[in-house]
């Protein structure tokens, strides 16, 4: 297999050279880009068969590259190169086809070889990846032409398959909590699962007209059904709902598993079946934000808000910086504003937003088991619910050992403060309590921690306050005396510059 690297950091291109076993993998790095104009020019003339991408590069970015490999007629795979805060980028990228994408900084040998494998396998075996397009090819089976169908191939459908050009609708389906479910299987023998369940949609489907079957990946299947024979897209649609409930009824019945569906809007010809396919996997990755529902329609899909994957990119920029100052009071508020941002607008998939948390806890230099083990959740909640228990637990243990970095005297204020922030506090008791000038104890605060003393104070006071804002059992004048203000006023002002909202917004937008 040939290997195109094209980015523009001599580092990134090095270390991906030097990480792998090439040879030994039956693979070849046959160049390397460092602009977009470079790439578009090796890949002509060097035909690789994958190419490493950078999402952003001098001259044409990774977008305006594979727009123009596609205009060239190139079938290289694409596996996209990216930072934490490149996801807007990332998903034009995966519309555009590229079968993988890697953030530079987490990125390891395991993942890639894994990656590049599978695109190996795919290419002796006559695999498939659905995103990604390639050139017609005589179809050795069944599967093989419905997949090619899915691409958008029209002739293998009309040659071979048993549906008809009307009222064509592509549904995806998965098994629920899957990581459950494969446990009650020998661990030698995962695909029993799958088999079964593709036994028992063929027995269902045995009994259909104009109907194919398709398994795309061990968690992931699909069904295509036309309705030739059906006069309104409102029986079309019955006849779908119908099929669903049928195939949930079987799974339930004789797997004891629970399905969820992604079904796409109608189509009158087999060109439609690409489109098709995007928007079924588009309807099956809502459940990710709605665990309860077992039916999801494209047509009532709302198309993600581009702006929410600006503000998610910007604020996976601070999150980064935050992590890279050592501010994990910061880092954490954040990230709790980014896991809301994401959960009300629904920007990313699943694989996305594990490559985040991922890409966070690499950042934290995470690595020890239960780290490995974050991320088992099926839901947005479940994942970031078991990432947050590991970043929390980083966090805390990276806050104290940097404690250890500071002068006794220093760690004694710091713990001081942490232990009195709601009584009356003044320079002149901190220094009769250790024994040292005011003058001395404000200047090496300053000097070890940071920033003034008072202004750790209020962080302390804030940070108390917003946990109290959701008790509505308390009003805002008792909340700031509860943790040590004199005024609403100057509590309301404090809270305001540190969080950016009034003390009433938050608790509106925590209720």
Same mark, same amino acid.
């Given at each position: 297999?040939? @290997?195109?690297?094209?980015?523009?950091?001599?580092?990134?291109?090095?270390?991906?050279?030097?990480?792998?076993?090439?040879?030994?993998?039956?693979?070849?790095? &046959?160049?390397?880009?460092?602009?977009?104009?470079?790439?578009?020019?090796?890949?002509?003339?060097?035909?690789?068969?994958?190419?490493?991408?950078?999402?952003?590069?001098?001259?044409?970015?990774? @977008?305006?590259?594979?727009?123009?490999?596609?205009?060239?007629?190139?079938?290289?795979?694409?596996?996209?190169?990216?930072?934490?805060?490149?996801?807007?980028?990332?998903?034009?990228?995966?519309?555009? *086809?590229?079968?993988?994408?890697?953030?530079?900084?987490?990125?390891?040998?395991?993942?890639?070889?894994?990656?590049?494998?599978?695109?190996?396998?795919?290419?002796?075996?006559?695999?498939?990846?659905?995103?990604?397009?390639?050139?017609?090819?005589?179809?050795?089976?069944?599967?093989? %032409?419905?997949?090619?169908?899915?691409?958008?191939?029209?002739? &293998?459908?009309?040659?071979?398959?048993?549906?008809?050009?009307? *009222?064509?609708?592509?549904?995806?389906?998965?098994?629920?909590?899957?990581?459950?479910?494969?446990?009650?299987?020998?661990?030698?023998?995962?695909?029993?699962?799958?088999?079964?369940? %593709?036994?028992?949609?063929?027995?269902?489907?045995?009994?259909?007209?104009?109907?194919?079957?398709?398994?795309? %990946?061990?968690?992931?299947?699909?069904?295509?059904?036309?309705?030739?024979?059906?006069?309104?897209?409102?029986?079309?649609?019955?006849?779908?709902?119908?099929?669903?409930?049928?195939?949930?009824?079987?799974?339930?019945?004789?797997?004891?598993?629970?399905?969820?569906?992604?079904?796409?809007?109608?189509?009158?010809?087999?060109?439609?079946?690409?489109?098709?396919?995007?928007?079924?996997?588009?309807?099956?990755?809502?459940?990710?934000?709605?665990?309860?529902?077992?039916?999801?329609?494209?047509?009532?899909?709302?198309?993600? %808000?581009?702006?929410?994957?600006?503000?998610?990119?910007?604020?996976?920029?601070?999150?980064?910086?935050?992590?890279?100052?050592?501010?994990?009071?910061?880092?954490?508020?954040?990230?709790?504003?980014?896991?809301?941002?994401?959960?009300?607008?629904?920007?990313?998939?699943?694989?996305?937003?594990?490559?985040?948390?991922?890409?966070?806890?690499?950042?934290?230099?995470?690595?020890?088991?239960?780290?490995?083990?974050?991320?088992?959740?099926?839901?947005?909640?479940?994942?970031?619910?078991?990432?947050?228990? &590991?970043?929390?637990?980083?966090?805390?243990?990276?806050?104290?050992?940097?404690?250890?970095?500071?002068?006794?005297?220093?760690?004694?204020?710091?713990?001081?403060?942490?232990?009195?922030?709601?009584?009356?506090?003044?320079?002149?008791?901190?220094?009769?309590?250790?024994?040292?000038?005011?003058?001395?104890?404000?200047?090496?605060?300053?000097?070890?921690?940071?920033?003034? @003393?008072?202004?750790?104070?209020?962080?302390?006071?804030?940070?108390?306050?917003?946990?109290?804002?959701?008790?509505?059992?308390?009003? @805002?004048?008792?909340?700031?005396?509860?943790?040590?203000?004199?005024?609403?006023?100057?509590?309301?002002?404090?809270?305001?510059?540190?969080?950016?909202?009034?003390?009433?917004?938050?608790?509106?937008?925590?209720?």
């Amino acid at each position: 297999m040939r @290997i195109l690297i094209a980015d523009d950091e001599p580092l990134v291109r090095i270390g991906l050279k030097s990480v792998i076993d090439w040879k030994g993998n039956g693979m070849e790095i &046959v160049g390397e880009a460092a602009d977009g104009a470079e790439t578009l020019e090796q890949i002509s003339s060097l035909s690789p068969d994958v190419v490493f991408l950078d999402i952003k590069m001098p001259k044409k970015d990774g @977008i305006a590259v594979m727009k123009e490999m596609r205009q060239l007629g190139s079938t290289a795979k694409v596996i996209i190169l990216s930072s934490f805060d490149d996801i807007a980028y990332v998903k034009e990228a995966m519309k555009l *086809g590229a079968v993988d994408y890697f953030h530079k900084p987490a990125m390891n040998e395991e993942e890639i070889t894994a990656v590049l494998k599978e695109l190996q396998s795919e290419a002796t075996q006559g695999g498939f990846s659905p995103k990604q397009p390639r050139a017609d090819h005589p179809a050795s089976s069944k599967a093989d %032409d419905l997949r090619e169908g899915l691409r958008g191939n029209s002739g &293998v459908m009309r040659r071979s398959s048993h549906l008809k050009e009307a *009222g064509i609708y592509v549904l995806l389906f998965s098994i629920k909590h899957y990581g459950t479910v494969i446990k009650r299987y020998p661990h030698e023998q995962p695909h029993i699962l799958p088999d079964t369940v %593709d036994n028992i949609v063929a027995e269902v489907l045995g009994k259909e007209k104009e109907t194919e079957y398709l398994r795309i %990946d061990d968690r992931v299947s699909a069904v295509l059904i036309s309705n030739s024979e059906l006069k309104s897209l409102l029986a079309s649609l019955n006849r779908v709902n119908g099929l669903v409930q049928t195939l949930t009824t079987a799974l339930k019945r004789f797997v004891n598993v629970d399905a969820v569906f992604g079904i796409s809007d109608w189509f009158s010809s087999f060109g439609g079946l690409e489109t098709g396919y995007a928007q079924a996997q588009t309807a099956l990755e809502q459940a990710f934000y709605m665990p309860e529902p077992s039916v999801f329609y494209f047509h009532f899909c709302k198309p993600v %808000d581009p702006s929410s994957l600006e503000q998610s990119d910007v604020l996976l920029a601070s999150m980064k910086n935050a992590l890279r100052e050592g501010n994990f009071k910061k880092f954490k508020e954040i990230l709790e504003r980014w896991q809301k941002l994401v959960e009300r607008a629904r920007c990313l998939n699943e694989q996305e937003a594990r490559k985040v948390y991922e890409g966070l806890l690499f950042m934290l230099d995470e690595r020890k088991p239960d780290a490995e083990a974050a991320g088992t959740g099926e839901t947005f909640a479940e994942l970031s619910a078991s990432f947050n228990r &590991v970043i929390e637990r980083a966090t805390a243990e990276k806050d104290s050992s940097e404690l250890k970095l500071y002068s006794l005297l220093i760690r004694n204020v710091i713990r001081y403060l942490q232990e009195h922030y709601t009584e009356d506090l003044s320079l002149k008791l901190l220094a009769e309590q250790f024994q040292v000038s005011p003058n001395y104890v404000s200047r090496l605060f300053k000097q070890e921690v940071g920033r003034g @003393i008072f202004e750790y104070i209020n962080e302390i006071r804030i940070e108390k306050a917003k946990a109290l804002l959701k008790d509505y059992r308390y009003k @805002i004048y008792e909340i700031a005396e509860m943790v040590g203000f004199n005024s609403q006023t100057h509590f309301s002002t404090v809270f305001q510059r540190l969080t950016g909202v009034s003390p009433k917004e938050y608790r509106n937008d925590e209720g």
